[in-house]
């Protein structure tokens, strides 16, 4: 390589005191060397704030903070501050490997595409590896695909700076802004690839996972209406609120049964919404060790589930 084009790393932080360090190693520790790193503190309660002036001088990162505004917003304030050709965008308490900058600059150097994403391995709260977890679509993504599945890994991705430029920054509105911004991105038919490289670690929490699905499905259904005048938009509806029925006939039960009759105003054949609804109550009736061990299954990614939920897209 050359010669070695900048890269910036964002990083919106907010109370994550425990995790920040070990990213802020897994950066300087990078192969390739010629990184800007820019951390917003958006507002943090715990604390946070002498304990990143604290860290500066070892890691060399450009350190804002203001007050809770968002992740939108405080990506956005980063993006103002960038001075690289390419951007990471990564959460405060995931982990980069070692030759993940490396590799995306190579592969985009070298290919057309405007961004690029990869696999991640999960991690726990204390850092121990969990499963790796490659994308859906290894390849180019389309914008149809990513109407029924989010196709991309957002910890993963790298950007051209000059998408944002052309583009836009992200809409403080939005609740699921990576999803948002990819819509927004495919939909101008930008070149988005997956590879099967494990390009992050993704720290999973599993708090409140039932609370999380509900936001994400709600963030997802906002996403969509922005593209009401696509025909398989209202397909991709039906398909996302399934998938949040069968988390709750996984999670809860028969609790929330009165939830699952919303199967039956799908606009499809009504052969297809019975056996919706008969696998809802399938799953439901299962007993509770049973249940547990599909919880497990749903917290960890795994794989089996991902191609199950597949195939109920039907696209």
Known sequence: MSVQPLVSVIIPYYNHKNFIVELLDSIKYQTYKKIQTILIDDGSSDGSQQFLKSLQKKYHFKL???????????INDALKLISGDYIVIIASDDVMPPNRVME??????????DVIGGGMTLISKHSMKLNYTKPRIIGMVTFDQALFYNPCFAPTLMFKA????????????WIIEDYSMLLRLLYNRLKIGNFDKNWSYYRIQNENFIDRAQWYYKGVLQALSEYSDNQLVLKAINHHDFIFRLKQSIFYGFKE???????????????FRFFRYITLLSLAVQPKFLRKFLIKL???KSLLLLQATKLFSNN
């Open 104 to 113: 995306q600059v190579k592969t985009l150097m070298n290919s057309d595409y």
């Open 162 to 173: 000059e998408v944002f430029k052309k583009y836009g920054l992200y809409n403080p509105k």
């Open 298 to 300: 749903t917290l960890n």
């Open 64 to 74: 804002i903070i203001k007050d809770n505004e968002g992740i939108s917003k405080t």
């Open 257 to 271: 049964i009165n939830n699952f009759q919303s199967v039956f105003n799908y606009k499809e054949p009504i052969f």
